[in-house]
């Protein structure tokens, strides 16, 4: 048995002084594809953010190759690509600048690999189209080109299927598990059915208080 990439240590998290689940323990080795499912308000996306260090536990730790990611932050950042509902995309820019600004601080790009990323999310031409003029579907593609171009071995992704068309959700779901085949770990959650045939599901009701959950989505 491989030792674990990423071990979520006793994990609860709360918003608004409100716990949203506690004592959540899971080791992810190399290879792991993880959906975190949960009713909405479960606390799917704060879980998502602790885990890339974008909020603080309430209790317990994230531990990336066994160490706290509090200790080796630089470290634990080169080796993760993460990618929420927001499409951090400069409109100004052209889908190729864009792709260099994403990838200035972990994974510099080269012009054939960001030409070989827009083949596989369907963007080949739009090279020099400037992202303003882009649908809210391509904006989103040209985010996911990213998971082409990066060698980060922890990927986080929050409802990445979100805007994509069937074609994209089939290349999405090979990209995914090929990267933990490949050896890399997988953290994701998402609304529709998953043709992916190996992955496990981490539920986070079975870890919460004796409350009614919260009709908001987190």
């Known amino acids: 048995m491989s030792e674990p990439l990423l071990t979520l240590n006793n994990l609860s998290c709360e918003r608004d002084s409100r716990t949203l689940f506690s004592g959540v323990h899971y080791s992810c080795p190399p290879g792991t594809l993880l959906q975190i499912v949960g009713f909405n308000g479960a606390g799917k996306t704060t879980l998502l953010h602790t885990v890339a260090g974008l909020l603080p536990a309430a209790c317990g730790d994230v531990r990336w190759r066994g160490r706290p990611i509090a200790q080796q932050r630089q470290a634990f950042y080169q080796d993760l690509l993460y990618l929420g ?3 951090p995309v400069k409109p100004q820019l052209s889908v190729r600048e864009n792709l260099l600004w994403l990838g200035a601080l972990n994974t510099p790009a080269t012009e054939a690999a960001i030409a070989a990323a827009l083949v596989e999310v369907d ?8 992202c303003y003029a882009l649908s809210a579907g ?23 299927f979100t805007a994509i068309d069937k074609s994209g959700v089939l290349k999405l779901e090979a990209a995914m598990a090929r990267h933990a085949t ?10 529709q059915p998953l043709a992916m045939a190996e992955f496990t599901t981490l539920d986070l009701s079975a870890f919460q208080l004796s409350e009614q959950p919260s009709e908001e989505a987190i």
């Not at 985010?143 to 992704?157: E, K, N, P, T, V």
């Open 138 to 160: 391509q904006k989103r593609r040209v985010l996911l080109a990213q998971l082409y171009l990066s060698r980060a071995a922890l990927w986080i992704l929050d409802e990445p």
């Open 85 to 87: 509902h927001q499409v």
């Open 182 to 191: 490949n050896g890399g770990v997988v953290l994701f959650t998402s609304h």
């Open 123 to 130: 963007l080949a031409g739009f090279e020099d189209s400037p």
